[in-house]
Every structure is written in structure tokens, then in C-alpha cells.
């Protein structure tokens, strides 16, 4: 039985490593796929390069027509956007307080 113990300890070694890295990989993959083959027009998205643009038209499935700027569209391989955020993306938490109720840093009471 001794000459066993490694074995096992190697082989859930390799087990533990699987559901810890190879795993989430597999579906952060996934879901990001499953995000570039829903996408259409007026998504927002973010290519990997970081630049931030509209989708315009879906010309085909490798390729998008996004504007980076108004009257400036850019054609690109759907391969290299990194992130697609719907229309209707929900504002975050902290950018939700409005400006008027922060108090200016240089306020002299």
C-alpha cells in the first residue's frame, strides 16, 4: 500500500488543479463565446486593444462594424474584442450618487 500513496497524492494533485484552474478557464470561455454570438447592433464593446465602440453592423461572423466616434466607424475581427456589454448594462453602485451631494475638497467651514 505504500508504494501507492504517491500515485494517489499525484493523481488528486492533478484533479485539485483541474477544478481550480482549468475549469473556470473552460467556462469563461465559454460564456464569452456564447456573448460574441449574441451580439448585435448597438452593443457596446470593448476590443483588446481597450478601444470602446458601438456596434454598427454584424458583417459577418468573423468580422463588426463598430463607431468609435461619431461619423467614425472602424471594421474589425471579431477575435480580438474582449468584452461585449449589452444596451441596457445597469449603472454601478458608486457612480450612482450624484455630484451635487459631494462636498468640494476645498470647502472652507
Do not use: C, W
Not at 60 to 73: H, L, M, R
Not at 74 to 80: A, E, G, K, Q
Not at 90 to 106: D, H, M, R, W, Y
Amino acid at each position: 500500500m505504500s508504494q501507492l500513496e504517491p500515485f494517489f497524492f499525484i493523481i488528486l494533485m492533478f484533479a485539485v488543479f483541474y477544478f481550480i484552474v482549468f475549469r473556470p478557464q473552460q467556462k469563461r470561455m465559454k460564456e464569452h463565446k456564447a456573448r460574441l454570438a449574441a451580439m448585435r447592433r448597438g452593443d457596446t464593446v470593448v476590443t483588446a486593444g481597450g478601444v470602446i465602440g458601438k456596434v454598427v453592423k454584424v458583417e459577418s461572423g468573423e468580422e463588426v462594424v463598430i463607431e468609435i466616434a461619431p461619423n467614425t466607424q472602424v471594421r474589425i475581427v471579431t477575435s480580438t474584442i474582449a468584452d461585449v456589454r449589452s444596451k441596457g448594462e445597469p449603472v454601478k453602485e458608486a457612480a450612482k450618487e450624484p455630484l451635487a451631494t459631494k462636498k468640494p475638497a476645498n470647502d472652507a467651514e
